[in-house]
């Protein structure tokens, strides 16, 4: 395996970003979603200006994994108000952490989820937190082997279709 490169994506990156968003979401979901609400889903997730205003704010970063100068794929972290749903000030989410599939079992997953540990502790964060399908067997169970705890459900919104979320955090 070529070496992984980790870096930044920039409102620059936005048409990067949304190929790999859209192509890691639907390798994801669509197996266990109607067409509609993934699109519905896509749509609104991915759009231009939903990217930009997130790249552009302060509390947010995406961050690409590119190996052979292809992306593999990306993670997206939050603090303060930028935080999905906790708020609080000392937290640090990890909303997205996404691979494409052909490049599963090679550990960039593991890279991602390293890079948001040191931005984490770069900002003193007192720790992290998550929400994953409760269907998502296989990200439920990456998160548990590095060390995440459930505390709590909620629920996610793809097109009409309302999913349960599992909460889920551990100390950094």
Not at 48 to 76: M, R
Not at 81 to 88: F, L, M, S, V, Y
Not at 134 to 147: D, I, T
Request: glycine share 4%; proline share 1%; net charge negative.
């Amino acid at each position: 395996m070529e070496s992984i490169l980790i870096t930044r994506v920039g409102v620059e990156d936005l048409k990067k970003l949304q190929a790999i968003s859209r192509v890691t979401f639907e390798q994801t979901f669509s197996e266990h979603n109607n067409d509609s609400d993934m699109e519905t889903y896509l749509n609104s997730s991915f759009s231009d200006e939903k990217l930009i205003s997130e790249i552009k704010n302060a509390h947010s970063e995406f961050y690409f994994a590119i190996e052979a100068e292809k992306i593999v794929g990306y993670l997206k972290v939050n603090t303060g108000d930028a935080q999905t749903e906790k708020k609080d000030m000392s937290a640090f989410e990890i909303e997205r952490i996404y691979v494409d599939q052909k490049y599963l079992g090679k550990k960039i997953g593991q890279l991602l989820f390293n890079k948001a540990i040191e931005i984490a502790k770069a900002k003193c964060a007192s720790y992290l937190w998550l929400g994953v399908w409760e269907e998502n067997h296989r990200a439920l169970a990456f998160y548990n082997k590095n060390g995440f705890v459930p505390f709590d459900k909620h629920i996610f919104k793809l097109g009409n279709d309302e999913q349960t979320d599992i909460m889920m955090k551990r100390p950094i």
